[in-house]
């Protein structure tokens, strides 16, 4: 069930508001995990198992953790749950991925197990692993009401697109939240500003990509706006569900914590990368990066830390070498920015940095957003090459004026305008 369906918007997401607010005190975290269970069981009832398996594994870990006064005991506790934690996102999402790669490294044939993968399943394992690793690390008491803990986990605000919410940031709101006429008129313009972001911008700049993965004659035009399109139709998509989780979180009583701030302004990968899905970056931070080390030990350690922190983004992303590619090119950009590259943009007016982050952005998303490594390279090679397309396959074919009129708002609307007039936002 998306956020931008007919059966979410007109009957679950009503009846939902209602229920909730007619429910008692004591029940409401009862009503929001008993609808969060419907809503992702409407279309997969079948992976609702698995999520149940993850709520119980970091559950009871947790508890044993926080009971555990031997730290060697705990750490072999907390290795062992974030194992039991992680295996169903592995198996269900890399499973296929790694046996590929390991028939085209070796020659065998071993069948591909094609599962599907669960909805969410990479959103709320990490919610789990995040609240181990800070019962573990001592940021948190284990919580001891199981109804309450899978309330969190299986929250559907954000159980679709993130942000990815750690306990520690809504614990005193799952146990005493209060509501009020004003949170919930924010709730529903915040709701309604993602929806048009979703509807309005994002799938007619998806019409245009569909397009073009459907062409068989591609014009070196179309490349360029094709490119063009796919780097401001993900981050209206994204940035569309992550404010329409944050508008419902409020009129449940909830405040998500924000997971995009207009990153299209960077003026470099780092400040980028502080900016798009705030919340991936901050747990990847947290809990891989300063773990590795990060930037306390010594320069060639650092970029060791930040190339393993980006594989693992991109393969977060997806299970597919295009991924792994797009996030291994942004660690080695990274650990160039460490080695002088961002001091020399630094010397220079913001408006070079600026261009220099959208033109890596432009042209590392075109590899990130192709079906398949093969599809990536190409779409980037013909960026750069001339290609004249069909006999007759001119602009008129594939752009009309609305679209080009939802590329040059959408251009304006993704921070230009919001940076000009700090009230836009």
């Known amino acids: 069930m998306l956020f931008s369906s007919i059966t979410f918007l007109i009957y679950f997401l009503p009846c939902m508001v209602l229920v909730y607010f007619l429910a008692p005190g004591r029940m409401k975290n009862?009503?929001?995990l008993l609808g969060s269970l419907i809503f992702y069981g409407w279309g997969e009832p079948k992976y609702l198992p698995v999520m149940a398996a993850v709520i119980l594994a970091g559950y009871l870990s947790a508890r044993l953790i926080g009971t555990c006064q031997n730290k060697r005991q705990s750490e072999i506790l907390l290795a062992a749950a974030v194992l039991l934690e992680i295996f169903p996102l592995i198996y269900c999402k890399y499973a296929d991925f790694f046996i590929q790669n390991l028939n085209v490294l070796t020659g065998q044939k071993i069948p591909l197990l094609s599962i599907a993968m669960p909805l969410g399943i990479s959103f709320y394992t990490f919610q789990v692993i995040s609240y181990t690793v800070d019962v573990?690390?001592?940021d948190v008491p284990a919580q001891k009401n199981l109804l309450t803990f899978a309330a969190y986990v299986a929250m559907f605000p954000q159980l679709v697109a993130g942000p990815i919410v750690r306990y520690s940031d809504i614990r005193s709101q799952?146990?005493?939240r209060t509501h009020s006429v004003e949170k919930c008129a924010y709730g529903i313009r915040r709701f309604v500003t993602g929806l048009s972001k979703k509807i309005l911008i994002a799938n007619v700049l998806g019409e245009l990509i569909g397009q073009f993965q459907a062409s068989e004659e591609k014009s070196v035009l179309f490349f360029w706006m094709y490119a063009v399109a796919f780097m401001l139709q993900i981050y209206f998509d994204f940035s569309g569900y992550s404010d329409m989780a944050i508008g419902?979180?409020?009129?449940?009583?909830i405040t998500l914590p924000e997971n995009f701030?207009?990153?299209?302004?960077a003026c470099s990968i780092g400040e980028y990368w502080r900016r798009w899905h705030i919340s991936l970056s901050g747990w990847f931070?947290?809990?891989v990066y300063i773990p590795l080390g990060g930037s306390r030990c010594r320069l060639r350690r650092t970029c060791l830390n930040l190339l393993i922190v980006f594989t693992l983004t991109g393969l977060w992303h997806g299970a597919a070498w295009q991924y792994v590619v797009f996030g291994l090119l942004h660690g080695l950009i990274l650990c160039a920015e460490r080695l002088g590259l961002r001091r020399a943009l630094e010397r220079l007016p913001r408006f070079f940095g600026h261009l220099y982050t959208v033109m890596v952005l432009w042209l590392t998303l075109v590899i990130f957003g192709a079906p398949g490594l093969k599809e990536g390279l190409a779409a980037l090679w013909g960026i750069f090459t001339w290609q004249s397309g069909a006999k007759g396959y001119t602009l008129a074919a594939f752009a009309d004026a609305k679209l080009?009129?939802?590329l040059a708002v959408s251009f304006l609307l993704c921070g230009p305008l919001q940076a000009l007039r700090p009230k836009l936002k």
């Open 248 to 253: 419902i979180g409020e009129f449940f009583g």
């Open 261 to 265: 701030d207009y990153p299209y302004l």
């Open 174 to 176: 799952l146990e005493n």
């Open 285 to 287: 931070r947290d809990y």
């Open 30 to 32: 009862t009503v929001l």
């Open 136 to 138: 573990y690390r001592g």
């Open 404 to 406: 080009l009129l939802i």
